[in-house]
Each structure stands twice: as structure tokens, then as C-alpha cells.
T-cell receptor
């Protein structure tokens, strides 16, 4: 089973709203990731969690707040977003470590976010 | 600074023929290379990977070739099938303490015609 589940699939929010994206995996992976993908562009890394601790923040604005409640769950809290934040938000997970297998990330289907 | 480049935005092939997707990189610290396939409205799906100590890895219809001296990798799909039509991304990682930081190319849209 290589499934990463993301909810919701679609989200529309106003610039003053607070919302959360959720991601879940049951592969026993200890590393989890948030990516942002704009149309016709490659995924861009936002955050990396390793063993439930934030290990990489790619200089993401504070209106995006990640949270890893346990090893299977990853949330992305959204507040005061801008229209340019509209994108596909992807969650991924992988084994933890520096070898080839650990670099293979498994992605969810994503949440399509529209900020009005 | 685009460290991973896929110079062909699109590729069109006939069913049964070979599809060759290319990728170039500039960072000599990259140790691991991966190919992902993406259908519309879905997340990227892992296809095949290779580490820098190898020059070829094969998995069924998919073969990845790595030329370290040229900083070039390619994905061969033989035979191509209409269901292979998708966007293909190559990605690279420096591994070690930089694992988790996948750098993606811009993607190549593959269309396989029946």
C-alpha cells in the first residue's frame, strides 16, 4: 500500500478565512512533506517533517503553518492567504534516511486551493 | 537557477514505439534521480529511480539511463502505450543530510497515439 490520502480535494476560501489541509499515510514513513504546485510548473517543496519534527522550511510565509500531530498525520493550517496562493497543495511521505529508498517520495492526489 | 532541466515540453509517439524523455542537471552533488508520472487532478506517481553509482536501472517497460559525466539522464518506455500519456517529471536529490529535498524538472508532456 503506497497511499497518501489528502483532504479536502478542493477548497475555496476568502482572504480572511482560516482553513486546514490534512494528509494521512499508513506506510510507516517517518518523513512527510508539503509541496505547492502551480499550473504547468513542477512541485515546489514547502516543508519537511522528520520524526514529527520540522526539519526544513523553504522560507515559506507565516500564513502557512504546518503541524505534524503524529507520525501518520500532517496538517497545513492556512490563514490570511492571498489570491496568488491558489495552487495544488501536495503532501508526500517517505522512509527516513539518506539512501535511495528513502529518497522515494509517495504523493497524495493533492488539494486544489482557490483563494478569492 | 534551474538545477534540473527538461528541455522538451512535449513529446508525441505512436503506440508500440519507444518514448525517450530527457533530463539534464547542473548540481554535481545530486546522488539520486527519480522519474514521476502525473495525470491531471492526481499527485505525481513514482515510476523508477537510480543512484549515481549506477548507469542503468530497468523495471518492466521503463529503463532509466544515467550519464554522470554529461549530467544527463533519460527515461525509455518500450513499448509505449496510450495509458502512458501523462506529464513526466524527473527529480534529483543530493541525499545524505539533504535527503527530502527533491528538485524537479519542468516536466514533459508525453502523448502516445493509438
Amino acid at each position: 500500500d503506497t497511499e497518501v490520502t489528502q483532504t479536502p480535494k478542493h477548497l475555496v476560501m476568502g482572504m480572511t478565512n482560516k482553513k486546514s489541509l490534512k494528509c494521512e499515510q499508513h506506510m510507516g514513513h517517518r518523513a512527510m512533506y508539503w509541496y505547492k504546485q502551480k499550473a504547468k510548473k513542477p512541485p515546489e517543496l514547502m516543508f519537511v517533517y522528520s520524526y514529527e519534527k520540522l526539519s526544513i522550511n523553504e522560507s515559506v510565509p507565516s500564513r502557512f503553518s504546518p503541524e505534524c500531530p503524529n507520525s501518520s498525520l500532517l496538517n497545513l493550517h492556512l490563514h490570511a492567504l492571498q489570491p496568488e496562493d491558489s495552487a495544488l497543495y501536495l503532501c508526500a511521505s517517505s522512509q527516513d534516511g539518506g539512501g535511495l529508498a528513502e529518497n522515494i517520495q509517495y504523493f497524495g492526489a493533492g488539494t486544489r486551493l482557490s483563494v478569492l | 537557477d534551474q538545477q534540473v532541466k527538461q528541455n522538451s515540453p512535449s513529446l508525441s509517439v505512436q503506440e508500440g514505439r519507444i518514448s525517450i524523455l530527457n533530463c539534464d542537471y547542473t548540481n554535481s552533488m545530486f546522488d539520486y534521480f527519480l522519474w514521476y508520472k502525473k495525470y491531471p487532478a492526481e499527485g505525481p506517481t513514482f515510476l523508477i529511480s537510480i543512484s549515481s553509482i549506477k548507469d542503468k536501472n530497468e523495471d518492466g517497460r521503463f529503463t532509466v539511463f544515467l550519464n554522470k559525466s554529461a549530467k544527463h539522464l533519460s527515461l525509455h518506455i518500450v513499448p509505449s502505450q496510450p495509458g502512458d500519456s501523462a506529464v513526466y517529471f524527473c527529480a534529483a536529490s543530493a541525499g545524505g543530510t539533504s535527503y527530502g529535498k527533491l528538485t524537479f524538472g519542468q516536466g514533459t508532456i508525453l502523448t502516445v497515439h493509438p
